[in-house]
């Protein structure tokens, strides 16, 4: 993995995304933690509601959680402006917009996502149900994450999807990683960008961020905060290797030319 490229989505197919995913050892540890998670349910059971209703509180927060850290974490500008947390911004969301296909950096960290689950599942499945409910909590929510970053995946994929809301949900996200990196925040659930005003359909519905692929991270803003910078060893970019810009003739999959239709580049 630190020698190069290992999982380039953009020249992946379905089956080949399903074996990587399969045998991620971030994924594998997403699921030894719902299988945890289900045997200290029941270790600790003391009703159907009490593990059922922080369930259903899980698939009901957890997408606004999902749209606040989008927004205004991985987004946050002040984040790479902190030596202490340029790091951090780095890895949880730079890294994928200058190389949205490579999987290495499209799964996030466990480092980050699983204490920001637990510290968020346990406690409103604790209050809902004791620690019953504190631990179904946490497997809802880990198993969500599981089947957002599936998703995600498939929105990066060498891949033309069969379901109409599969499409649907690619052309929203090739938007924000190719045209303007300040709205479509959701992944599978675009509601909250549609309440909040950050939900765009095509491309002639806003200008063209310049940028989309650095947030805001340019060269200006490296000479003032170098840390990132430092971290990745090179200057930032502003957009993708050219043999993959969805415009160009070189960057061939379904992908590119669902951004062609759209306008997007």
């Known amino acids: ?9 953009g020249k992946m197919n379905l089956p080949q995304l399903w074996k990587a995913y399969l045998t991620y050892p971030t ?3 997403y699921f030894s933690i719902i299988i945890a998670s289900a045997a200290a349910t029941f270790w600790f059971w003391t009703s159907f509601w009490a593990a059922f209703l922080p369930m259903v509180a899980v698939i009901l927060v957890f997408p606004v ?32 917009h200058q190389d949205p296909h490579k999987l290495e950096v499209l799964f996030g960290s466990p480092l980050h996502t699983v204490p920001t689950a637990s510290s968020i599942a346990l406690p409103l499945g604790y209050l809902m149900g004791g620690w019953s409910g504190a631990f179904s909590a ?3 929510a880990v198993s969500m994450a599981c089947i957002y970053e599936f998703f995600h995946c498939l929105q990066h994929l060498n891949y033309k999807p069969k379901w109409d809301w599969v499409v649907y949900i690619v052309q929203l996200h090739i938007l ?3 045209h303007d990196e ?10 909250l960008d549609r309440m909040l005003g950050t939900f765009y359909r095509t491309a002639k519905d806003r200008p063209r961020s310049k940028f989309v692929f650095n947030l805001g991270y340019n060269m200006e803003e490296a000479q003032r905060y170098p840390w990132v910078m430092r971290h990745t060893g090179a200057p930032p970019r502003h957009r ?14 379904p992908q590119s030319r669902k951004a062609a239709k759209l306008g997007v580049g």
Do not use: C
């Open 182 to 191: 300040d709205g479509n925040f959701g992944i599978t659930n675009y509601l």
């Open 176 to 178: 924000h990683h190719f």
């Open 27 to 29: 994924i594998l540890l």
């Open 138 to 140: 946490l497997g809802t």
């Open 65 to 96: 959680v999902w749209y606040v850290i989008h927004r205004w974490i991985m987004h946050g500008r002040w984040f790479y402006r902190n030596p202490l947390t340029a790091k951090m911004w780095k890895r949880i969301h730079w890294d994928h």
């Open 240 to 253: 993708p290797d050219p043999a993959r810009v969805p415009h160009t003739p070189q960057f061939r999959n």
């Open 1 to 9: 993995m630190r020698k190069g490229r290992s999982h380039d989505l």
